[in-house]
């Protein structure tokens, strides 16, 4: 167990460093004319995002769910490739990266790295890594619920964040 919650709280610790490069990137943004859409949603990702993480260990714990090493172990490099996924994204965005969706007018779209051949190559480590965070430890009703919860906050981010680029190509 204090081995799972050390590798819970590495994750949380990277996820720190995200808020810190988006803040950055935010500052950025907005001195370039750049402005947050739908922003009301990003206190509900927070919620679900910290749940993940608080669930997972809380399941284990309270539940006494065991490490089964066959699960446990591949689940551990799968939430490391969710990792190299998501600093690749935010590598090719680099400025543009952001938590929140955040449109700068005259930015280009990015189009390479992992964008080349998916629309939201993040959101495709988000999902991944909520299913094999808990399931390291085989915390499957955490897993059960992020993805639930996870899947109604992705279908309005996603929405939102396409509206937002559409309008953005569709302006003068």
């Known amino acids: 167990m204090t081995w799972y919650t050390a590798f819970v709280l590495?994750?949380?610790?990277?996820?720190?460093?995200?808020?810190?490069?988006?803040?950055?990137?935010?500052a950025w943004s907005?001195?370039?004319?750049?402005?947050?859409?739908?922003?009301?949603?990003?206190?509900?990702?927070?919620?679900?995002?910290?749940g993940l993480l608080v669930g997972a260990v809380v399941?284990?714990?309270?539940?006494?769910r065991p490490?089964?090493?066959w699960l446990g172990w591949t689940m551990v490099a799968v939430v490391l490739a969710t990792q190299a996924l998501r600093w690749w994204c935010i590598a090719t965005?680099?400025?543009?990266?952001?938590?929140?969706?955040v449109v700068v007018p005259g930015a280009p779209r990015?189009?390479?790295?992992?964008?080349?051949?998916l629309t939201h190559?993040?959101?495709?480590?988000?999902?991944?890594?909520?299913?094999?965070?808990?399931?390291?430890?085989?915390?499957?009703?955490?897993?059960v619920l992020f993805t639930v919860a996870n899947a109604v906050v992705?279908?309005?981010?996603?929405?939102?964040?396409n509206a937002a680029l559409a309008a953005l190509v569709a302006s003068p």
Do not use: C
Request: aromatic share 10%; net charge positive.
């Open 10 to 26: 590495a994750v949380g610790v990277e996820r720190l460093a995200e808020l810190v490069v988006s803040k950055r990137n935010l």
């Open 93 to 101: 965005l680099g400025r543009q990266w952001n938590t929140r969706v």
């Open 59 to 64: 399941e284990v714990a309270v539940a006494d």
């Open 110 to 117: 990015i189009t390479g790295g992992p964008y080349r051949w």
């Open 30 to 50: 907005l001195a370039r004319g750049g402005y947050e859409v739908g922003a009301s949603l990003y206190p509900f990702m927070v919620v679900v995002h910290t």
């Open 67 to 69: 490490f089964l090493p």
């Open 154 to 161: 992705l279908t309005v981010r996603i929405r939102t964040e």
């Open 121 to 143: 190559p993040n959101y495709v480590a988000v999902v991944v890594e909520g299913v094999a965070l808990p399931l390291v430890h085989t915390a499957w009703v955490t897993a």
